[in-house]
């Protein structure tokens, strides 16, 4: 059997993904175990009305920037979010 590195047990994603990018999964098939079920639960989702304009105002914005809209939806919201949490700090 081939020599092989241990799969890093972090639950970095980036970590991970390096690993992966780097190994052959089918050289750890024996370590594999099925999960059933979901493995990642979805948080819920907002539905935000957009008129025509604006929605190809952000599908032509989020293809700039290589994201779907609703990563770059996702963005603006986790910004707005940061920008928020700061001024509240600063207020204080």
Known sequence: MKKRDPIPSSDNIEELAEFWQTHDSTDYLDLFVEVPGP????????????????????????EAKGLSTGELIHKW?????????RAKRTKR
């Open 39 to 62: 493995l990642v639960r979805r948080s819920a989702a907002i539905r935000v009305p957009l008129n025509p304009t604006e929605e190809k105002a952000v599908k032509k914005l989020a």
């Open 77 to 85: 919201v986790a910004e707005k979010i940061t920008r928020a949490k």
